[in-house]
C-alpha cells in the first residue's frame, strides 16, 4: 500500500559558506528532492564572476531517509532530526519526499507507520512536496519503486540519510539496484544513551556477514524475477546456417524487465553509463536462458573494447577484446550488439565456437577474421569448416561515416560504400565482414545472415529502422539497451 500527500516549502542557503549535512539514519526511506551541499567529498565547482572566486556547491537533487532499523520510540525525533537536515539544503520549489520502511521492522510496522509519518509530516517544518510513504516487505521492492521514480523525472544525485548499522546494506542495495550514473553520499545518525540523536562522522565502515549479503541478494532476484515481462514474450532469431550441434541465437528486445525507453525491455548489458543495473540484466539473462534453454551460471559476454582481441576462453583474460572462443560444452558465449553486428561462429568438425562484436572500428580493425584465426591456432580448425552468422545491425541506409573513415571501407572495396563522394558516405558493416571474412579463406556459402520463421524476418535488418524489435544506439541516443548473440556447443 503506498499513502500519498502533497506539501510545498522553500529553505534559504548561503552561497560560499561551508555548511554541510549532519548525518542521519533511518529504515524508511525519506526521498526527496533537494539541492543540498555534499558531506565529506564535496564535489565543488569554481566559478569567477568579475574577478572574484565563487564556490558552487554540486546540487543534491534526491534525499533518501531510511527508517527500516528505527524503533516506534525514537520515530518522532528520528524525523525531527531529517528535517534538521533538509534544513541545511538548498531545497527545489516542489521536492519530491518518500518515507520507507521494511515490514521487516516489526516494531514500526506494526504502529501503522504510514498514517504516524503522514500525521507527524504535518507537525513538523518540512519541505512541502509531493510526500510518499513506502511500507513493503521487500527492501528491494521499495528501492526499486523510488529508482523509477527518480528515472521518470533524470535525476541522479542522491543524499541518504541512514543509521550507521544500515549504511553497508544500503550499499550493497544500491550497488545492484543502481549504476555509477547516480552519485550517492551519505548521511548517518546514532541514538545515544539518554535517547539523544545526533550525527556522527566519521563513520567506521560496519561489514556485513555471509549470511546478510546472501539474504540481500535473494530479496533483490526473487523480488525482480516476479515482475512482468515489458513488450511481450521473448523473440530469438536463428540462422538457418548453424547446426543443431550449436544453441545459438539473436535476441530482439522483448520479453525482459527493463523500464526505460532506451533500454526497454530485454537489455542485456548494464553499462556505468547506463541506468540499467546490474540486477537487472542479470534477471534479463535468467529469463532468456529460460527460453533459450542453457544455464545462466555459464554465460558469458564479451566486451565491447572496439577492437580486434579474442579471448580463448581458459587462457587469462585479456583486459580488452570484442570475441571469444572455446570448445567446452555448456558454456554459452554471447556477443553484444546495439547497432554494430554481433557475429556467431561455428566448426561442426572440432565442435569450437565463437562470437565476436563488430562495430565499425572493430571492422576495419579486423575482428571478425582475428576471431577465425584464434579457432584455426588454438582449437585446430579448418577455415573451410568454419561457419559465420551474422546478426542485426544498422543498414548502410542508416549508418554514415566521416570520410576520413570511409575511405578505409573504400580501399576493402567500393561497393561497401555508398554516396561516396557525400561529406558523410553511407557504409556497409555487413557487406563489409563478408567481404573480409571471403578474403580470409571462408567459403560464400558459410557466410549468412538469414533466419527461420520469425515476424521480423531475416536477421539482416536493420537495427535503427525497427524500434519494435531492437535496440539501436544510433537512433535512441546514450541511454540505449543492448541485444545479443548467443552460441554454445551442446553437451
Not at 569554481?46 to 537533487?61: F, G, L, N, Q, T
Not at 583474460?317 to 570484442?322: A, C, K, S, T, W
Not at 547497432?339 to 563488430?358: E, K, R, S, T
Request: hydrophobic fraction near 40%; glycine fraction near 6%.
Amino acid at each position: 500500500m503506498v499513502v500519498s500527500y502533497l506539501y510545498q516549502r522553500s529553505f534559504c542557503f548561503v552561497k560560499g559558506t561551508n555548511l554541510r549535512l549532519s548525518e542521519v539514519a533511518i529504515g524508511v526511506l525519506l526521498l526527496v528532492k533537494v539541492d543540498s551541499l555534499r558531506r565529506g567529498s564535496y564535489k565543488l565547482k569554481k566559478k569567477v564572476i568579475h574577478d572574484r572566486a565563487s564556490i558552487w556547491v554540486r546540487m543534491v537533487e534526491v534525499v533518501l531517509i531510511d527508517f527500516s532499523d528505527v524503533h516506534y520510540d525514537y520515530v518522532q525525533k528520528w524525523l525531527c532530526s531529517a528535517v534538521d537536515v533538509m534544513s541545511m539544503c538548498n531545497l527545489t520549489e516542489s521536492p519530491n519526499v518518500f518515507m520507507m520502511s521494511s515490514q521487516g521492522n516489526t516494531d514500526i510496522a506494526n504502529n501503522d507507520l504510514q498514517t504516524y509519518l503522514l500525521q507527524l509530516s504535518e507537525q513538523v517544518e518540512m519541505p512541502k512536496g509531493n510526500l510518499e510513504v513506502l511500507v513493503q516487505a521487500s527492501f528491494a521492492a521499495t528501492l526499486y519503486t523510488i529508482k523509477q521514480k527518480i528515472d521518470k523525472q533524470n535525476l541522479s544525485n542522491i543524499q541518504v540519510i541512514a543509521s550507521k548499522g544500515r549504511k553497508a546494506t544500503l550499499e550493497l542495495y544500491i550497488e545492484q539496484l543502481f549504476t555509477a550514473i547516480y552519485e550517492f553520499t551519505f548521511e548517518t545518525l546514532v541514538i545515544g544513551n539518554e535517547g539523544e540523536i545526533t550525527p556522527q562522522s566519521p563513520v567506521k565502515e560496519c561489514v556485513l556477514l555471509n549470511q546478510q549479503r546472501s539474504d540481500i541478494w535473494k530479496d533483490i532476484r526473487m523480488f525482480l524475477a516476479q515482475l512482468k515481462g515489458v513488450m511481450g514474450e521473448i523473440v530469438i532469431l536463428k540462422s538457418l546456417l548453424i547446426p543443431d550441434l550449436f544453441l545459438h541465437g539473436f535476441t530482439t528486445r522483448t520479453g525482459g524487465i527493463s523500464y526505460l525507453p532506451g533500454l526497454s525491455s530485454l537489455n542485456l548489458f548494464s553499462s556505468r553509463k547506463r541506468r540499467d543495473p546490474k540486477a537487472v540484466v542479470t534477471e534479463n539473462i535468467r529469463r532468456l536462458s529460460i527460453r533459450a534453454g542453457f544455464n545462466p551460471q555459464t554465460f558469458c559476454l564479451a566486451k565491447v573494447s572496439h577492437g580486434n582481441g579474442v579471448w580463448s576462453l581458459g587462457k587469462p583474460e585479456p583486459e580488452n577484446y570484442d570475441a571469444i572462443v572455446t570448445n567446452r560444452k555448456g558454456v554459452t558465449l554471447a556477443a553484444p550488439g546495439a547497432d554494430c553486428i554481433p557475429l556467431l561462429f561455428a566448426d561442426p568438425v572440432q565442435h569450437v565456437c565463437g562470437v565476436a562484436h563488430a562495430g565499425w572500428k572493430g571492422t576495419l580493425a579486423g575482428v571478425a577474421m582475428a576471431t577465425v584465426t584464434t579457432m584455426t591456432t588454438e582449437f585446430g580448425c579448418q577455415v573451410k569448416d568454419i561457419l559465420v552468422a551474422m546478426g542485426p545491425c544498422v543498414g548502410p541506409c542508416c549508418f554514415t561515416l566521416h570520410q576520413e573513415a570511409a575511405q578505409e571501407f573504400m580501399k576493402i572495396e567500393p561497393s561497401c560504400v555508398k554516396m561516396a563522394d557525400s561529406p558523410r558516405p553511407s557504409v556497409d558493416l555487413r557487406r563489409t565482414t563478408r567481404v573480409l571474412l571471403e578474403c580470409g579463406g571462408i567459403l560464400s556459402e558459410n557466410i549468412s545472415d538469414d533466419s527461420t520463421s520469425s515476424r521480423y524476418g531475416a536477421v539482416s535488418v536493420c537495427t535503427v529502422c525497427h524500434p519494435d524489435a531492437f535496440f539501436s544506439h544510433i537512433r535512441d541516443g546514450s541511454n540505449f539497451g543492448t541485444q545479443v548473440g548467443f552460441i554454445s556447443v551442446q553437451g
